[in-house]
């Protein structure tokens, strides 16, 4: 389990920190950075109150008492519904495991928020990665994963998992920038971060049991297979 959950989460941990200091003391002059703090001028001249008003609501979708609240109620959901701890345990550990990454980069790597007007309030620092986004895409795309887990005939159903999966998440990510919150590269990273923690965790918890099950599943014999075996003497 070591090697399947501490391993690579360690391991994405010390990249975000790494691309935290690249962007912070390497590339904060380039133009790159400076391209990055363009696309949150861009949002800040067009907002209006009707899109303030909606990215307040997307935004909130995230907000740390939701996803907490969301996540405990699922996590009894999950074990109500399916009889066994693993889709409990692969949400939670998706969530916790992002946001202890984002934690772990915000106190080595302080970025400073886009130098726009910020809808929201919020530390002066710690702009990367997208708390916001990486949570999102934790919880909401984990949530679309068990459900295609225990819904992979039905197709019809999977896409409808995905398309409010990664609807969401995306909307989230826009609402942050939109309310200069997050630079676009913060918003990125937070959703490949929480991309890998949800592949972390169901690599070792969804993926391999479901595996096993299905290898110990009786397999159906044909008529052909199904004679016995004479016996020789």
Request: glycine residues 8%; positive net charge; charged residues 15%.
């Amino acid at each position: 389990m070591t090697r399947l959950i501490l391993v690579p989460l360690a391991i994405m941990a010390a990249l975000t920190i790494g691309v935290g200091l690249l962007i912070t003391k390497i590339l904060q002059t380039t133009t790159l950075v400076a391209n990055d703090q363009g696309v949150n001028e861009q949002l800040a001249q067009g907002r209006t109150a009707y899109w303030s008003s909606i990215t307040d609501v997307v935004s909130g979708l995230s907000d740390t008492p939701v996803i907490i609240t969301a996540t405990a109620l699922l996590v009894i959901g999950f074990r109500l519904v399916f009889r066994r701890w693993n889709e409990s345990i692969f949400l939670a550990l998706a969530v916790f495991s992002q946001s202890a990454i984002f934690l772990l980069a915000t106190v080595f790597a302080q970025r400073k928020r886009p130098a726009v007007e910020h809808l929201d309030p919020a530390p002066p620092t710690s702009s990367f990665p997208s708390g916001h986004t990486s949570a999102a895409v934790a919880f909401y795309c984990g949530v679309a994963l068990v459900l295609t887990v225990h819904t992979h005939r039905y197709k019809i159903l999977n896409v409808l998992w995905w398309l409010v999966g990664l609807g969401i998440p995306l909307g989230i990510g826009y609402s942050r920038m939109y309310r200069g919150m997050h630079h676009l590269s913060d918003v990125s990273w937070g959703f490949l971060l929480g991309l890998v923690c949800i592949a972390v965790a169901a690599n070792a918890l969804l993926f391999r049991p479901v595996v096993r099950e299905r290898e110990k599943a009786p397999r159906p014999r044909g008529d052909a297979r199904s004679y016995p075996e004479s016996a020789e003497g």
